[in-house]
C-alpha cells in the first residue's frame, strides 16, 4: 500500500526502542515505549510483522489505531499547543515518514544553519542535542555580526499546508509515490483535524516542518541577503520556526536594512500560508558573551565537543525563584505574563543567548538533588499553602520539582488540593497528567478523576501505559478478521488495495464526512465479500483468486451469505444488503442521480448503523461454517 522499505520501519524501531528508559518514561507519548519486554520489541520490528501489517495498511482495521485523544502539552506562555496522541504503532509508522524523507531529500537551502527537534537522520528523537547546537551557533554568532533579527511565525504548526508541505518533498525527485503520499496526507490531516498535527516528541513532523516546508523560503532569504548591497556579510540561523539572521552594516544603513529585510519576510512566508509573529520578532544589536560561554564554544568548534549551557548557571538561585513566586501569590498579583518575567529575571545567565525555560528544564531534570534541601522544601509547602494555582503557569516543571522534594506532606497537600476541585480545567487536568506519568500511573483515585474529564486519556493510558501496547495491537477483538493474515490461515491474496480503502473510509469517518465514509465502506464490503467468499471456498476465480467482479451486485452477495451458518443468528440479512446497495446508488458520491439528496429522513446515525450491521455481517461470515448447497 505505501513505498515504505523494511530498512526504514527496522531503523526507526530501532532508534525508539534503545532509547533509555529513563528518557521514554517522563513522556506520555513515549511512555508505552518504555515497558516493551525485548521479545515484544523483536515482534514489532520483524520483518514478518513489518509486511504482514505495515506495508500492506493492514494495521488501520485495528479498530484503536484512528483513535486521536487531544494531548495537554503547555507551551512557555502557559497556553496549550493543539496537540494529539497517537497509538504507538502509528507514533513508529509517523517517524518512518520523516526517515522515509530524509535519507533522500536536498535542501535547496545551503547557508542556513537549520536545526528542529532531534536530529531524524541519526535517530535523536530527543531536541536538546540539536537546541544546545543552535544556541551555541547564537552565541558565536553574536560576537561576529553586528547586528540581528529575529523572526518568529504565528501559529506556525496549525498554519502549515499539508498539500505544499508534500509539493515539496517531491519538488526535484519522486521521493513518495502518489498513492503513499495520498495516504501520509491523510493521516496527518485525520489527526490533526484537518491540519498539520502536533504529536510530542515527533522528531520526524518537526523534521518535515522546518527541513523540508521551510527549505525553499531559507534559500530565497540566502539569495536575496546574498544580493543585498546594504549588509556587508550575514548568517542565518534556524530552530523550527524561530529564525535568525545576523548581519553587519553600517549605522546609517540599519534601519532601511531592516525594513528591506521585514518586507522580504513578510512576503515569502505568505507565499507558504505563513504569517509574521510581530510581538515575538524583534531586531537589535548583537551582544558580547561570557568568556566561560566563549571556551566552551571554542572547545564546542573546534575540539567538536558537546557544549552544555545551562550547567553554567548558579543553582542555589531556585530559593529566589520560590520566593518570587511567594511574594506575587502573596499579594495575589500573579499571572501568565509575571510569572514568565519572573522565570527570564531568575534562570537567564548574565551575557550568554540562552532560553530561561531550559535552564530551568535543566535544574530539574538534572539536579534533582537539590530539591532534597530543608530550606527550599519548606519555601514550596509556603507557596503552595497560599495558593496552588500557581502551579498553572508551568505545570509539567512544577509538578516535577514538586515530586523531586520526596516530601510526603507537600505531595500530599497538592493533591488535595486537586481532589477538593469539583470543576476541573485544562491546567489541572495537565497537572494530574504529568502527576500520573511521574508516578507511573500508581494511583487510582487519580486516574477515576481524570476519567470524568478526559476518558480517552485515561483509555490510551488503560491500553498502552498500564500493559504492552502489543497486546492491543494483536487482539483479535480489535482486529477480527485481519489476525487471520498473522495466524496464517488467509492472506487475503496480498491485496494491500483493501486496506487502502478501508484507511480512506476511516479518514472521512474521522473528518465527519458520513456519505464519502458510507462510499468507501460499501467498496471495501464488497472487496471484502470477495475475499470472503474465496475463504470459504464458495466463490473463486481464476487460479483461485476472489472473484471481485462478481461482489458489487446485490444478487450475488445475498446469494453468497445464504451459503454460511453464522455462529449468532443474524436476522434480515437481505434486507441490509438491499438498504446498503440503495444507498450506494443513489449516494452522488457514487451515482449522477443523487437521490440520498431528496430523502429527508435519511440521517447519519442511520447510515452508520448500516456500516455497523456489514461489518458485524463480515465478522461473523469468517467465522461461520459453510452450508453445502
Request: glycine letters at 2%; proline letters at 2%.
Amino acid at each position: 500500500m505505501i513505498n515504505m522499505k523494511y530498512d526504514t520501519w527496522n531503523n526507526v524501531c530501532e532508534g525508539i526502542f534503545k532509547q533509555n528508559k529513563q528518557s521514554l518514561n517522563k513522556y506520555l507519548q513515549l511512555y508505552p515505549f518504555s515497558i516493551l519486554t525485548d521479545d515484544e520489541k523483536e515482534v514489532i520490528r520483524s520483518e514478518e510483522f513489518f509486511y504482514k501489517f505495515i506495508n500492506n495498511g493492514a494495521l488501520f482495521k485495528n479498530k484503536l489505531v484512528f483513535d486521536f485523544p487531544r494531548h495537554y502539552i503547555q507551551k512557555n506562555n502557559s497556553s496549550f499547543r493543539n496537540s494529539k496522541l497517537v497509538s504507538p504503532i502509528v507514533y513508529i509508522y509517523l517517524e518512518c515518514i520523516g526517515y522515509h524523507v530524509c535519507k533522500t531529500y536536498i535542501k535547496d537551502s545551503t547557508l542556513t544553519r537549520c536545526y528542529y527537534a532531534g536530529n531524524i537522520h541519526d535517530l535523536d528523537f530527543h531536541y536538546q542535542k540539536s537546541y544546545e547546537h543552535y544556541y551555541a551557533d547564537v552565541n558565536e554568532c553574536s560576537q561576529r555580526y553586528q547586528y540581528y533579527y529575529k523572526f518568529d511565525i504565528t501559529n506556525f504548526f496549525d498554519s502549515l499546508d499539508i498539500n505544499i508541505l508534500f509539493d515539496q518533498i517531491n519538488r526535484k525527485s519522486t521521493i513518495i509515490d502518489s498513492r503513499t503520499a495520498l495516504i501520509y496526507k491523510r493521516l496527518l490531516q485525520s489527526i490533526g483535524s484537518g491540519k498539520y498535527p502536533t504529536i510530542e516528541k515527533s522528531c520526524s513532523l518537526s523534521f518535515l516542518a522546518t527541513y523540508v516546508y521551510l527549505d525553499l523560503f531559507d534559500s530565497k532569504l540566502e539569495a536575496f541577503l546574498s544580493d543585498l548591497h546594504e549588509i556587508e556579510d550575514f548568517q542565518i540561523i534556524r530552530y523550527v520556526d524561530d529564525l535568525y539572521i545576523f548581519f553587519n552594516t553600517s549605522d546609517d544603513l540599519l534601519n532601511e536594512v531592516i525594513s528591506i529585510i521585514k518586507n522580504f519576510v513578510i512576503h515569502n512566508y505568505r507565499e507558504v500560508n505563513l504569517n509574521l509573529n510581530e510581538q515575538k520578532s524583534n531586531y537589535g544589536f548583537s551582544n558580547d558573551i561570557s568568556e566561560e560561554l566563549s571556551v566552551a564554544l571554542y572547545d564546542h568548534y573546534v575540539n567538536e565537543q558537546d557544549i552544555d549551557i545551562p550547567s553554567m548557571f548558579d543553582e542555589n538561585s531556585i530559593k529566589v525563584f520560590v520566593d518570587e513566586l511567594y511574594e506575587i501569590a502573596r499579594v495575589r498579583l500573579h499571572n501568565h505574563d509575571r510569572y514568565r518575567e519572573i522565570k527570564d529575571e531568575v534562570f537567564t545567565i548574565p551575557d550568554v543567548q540562552y532560553s530561561s525555560d531550559e535552564v530551568f528544564r535543566y535544574l530539574i531534570y538534572y539536579r534533582k538533588g537539590i530539591f532534597n534541601d530543608a530550606e527550599l522544601i519548606s519555601k514550596l509547602k509556603r507557596l503552595l499553602r497560599r495558593d496552588y494555582k500557581i502551579i498553572k503557569y508551568d505545570t509539567k516543571n512544577l509538578i516535577y520539582m514538586i515530586l523531586n522534594t520526596c516530601d510526603e506532606e507537600l505531595i500530599k497537600h497538592f493533591l488535595n488540593e486537586i481532589f477538593r476541585n469539583r470543576s476541573l480545567d485544562s491546567f489541572d487536568i495537565a497537572m494530574i497528567i504529568n502527576y500520573l506519568i511521574l508516578r507511573n500511573f500508581r494511583h487510582q483515585d487519580l486516574l477515576d478523576k481524570l476519567t470524568e474529564y478526559e476518558p480517552n486519556i485515561y483509555k490510551y493510558i488503560n491500553l498502552y501505559c498500564m500493559g504492552s501496547f502489543v497486546k492491543s495491537l494483536l487482539d483479535e477483538d480489535n482486529n477480527s478478521y485481519v489476525n487471520l493474515i498473522f495466524e496464517d490461515d488467509y492472506d487475503f491474496n496480498n491485496d494491500s488495495k483493501v486496506w487502502y480503502i478501508y484507511f480512506m473510509y476511516q479518514h472521512y469517518k474521522n473528518s465527519n464526512d458520513t456519505l464519502e465514509a458510507f462510499s468507501y465502506y460499501k467498496s471495501y464490503f464488497d472487496r471484502v465479500t470477495a475475499h470472503l467468499m474465496c475463504f470459504k471456498g464458495i466463490e473463486r476465480a481464476g487460479k483461485g483468486k476472489p472473484n471481485y467482479r462478481m461482489y458489487y451486485k446485490e444478487g450475488p452477495i445475498k446469494k453468497g451469505f445464504k451459503r454460511i451458518e453464522f455462529n449468532q443468528e443474524i436476522t434480515d440479512i437481505d434486507d441490509l444488503i438491499k438498504k446498503a446497495h440503495d444507498l450506494r446508488n443513489h449516494n452522488p458520491i457514487n451515482h449522477s442521480s443523487a437521490e440520498v439528496m431528496d430523502d429527508e429522513t435519511l440521517n447519519i446515525e442511520e447510515i452508520e448503523t448500516i456500516i455497523d450491521e456489514l461489518e458485524f455481517l463480515l465478522e461473523q461470515g469468517f467465522l461461520g461454517e459453510v452450508v453445502n448447497e
